[in-house]
């Protein structure tokens, strides 16, 4: 029932800014901790960031600092706004969700949301001068 589409990627400077959407449709989102991941090519899928249903946030190690992520329970929507893009953060940005209970650390969310049934196409990132 619940589907998620991203959007938001595109080509961009390094030292460049984007917004992701991962917007929700089917069921609300209020319950469900979301997962930010990426994959570049020839590399797994990596979780980057995730929010919980009672909305604390984490961000990877890699990517703290540049990486913010926060929901909009209104809108069904969670965004990933990434700060002073890199040429490593090129890949395909996907968002999963899962119905959670509580969780208190970036791995424990991200292993709840990666088990995610119906993952979409994702957004491309591409960070080139």
């Known amino acids: 029932q619940l589907q998620l589409v991203e959007s938001g990627g595109g080509l961009v400077q390094p030292g460049g800014s984007l917004t992701l959407s991962c917007a929700g449709s089917g069921a609300t989102l209020d319950g469900y901790a979301v997962g930010w991941f990426r994959q570049a090519p020839g590399k797994k899928r990596e979780g980057v960031s995730c929010?919980?249903?009672?909305?604390?946030?984490f961000v990877a190690n890699s990517v703290k600092g540049r990486f913010t992520i926060s929901r909009d329970n209104a809108k069904n929507t969670i965004y990933l706004k990434i700060d002073n893009l890199q040429p490593e953060d090129t890949g395909v940005y996907y968002c999963?969700?899962?119905?959670?209970?509580?969780?208190?650390?970036?791995?424990?969310?991200?292993?709840?949301?990666?088990?995610?049934?119906?993952w979409g196409q994702g957004t491309q990132v591409t960070v080139s001068s």
């Open positions: 929010v919980s249903n009672d909305g604390k946030t």
């Open positions: 999963a969700a899962q119905d959670s209970r509580v969780v208190l650390s970036f791995r424990i969310c991200v292993a709840d949301v990666i088990e995610y049934p119906d």
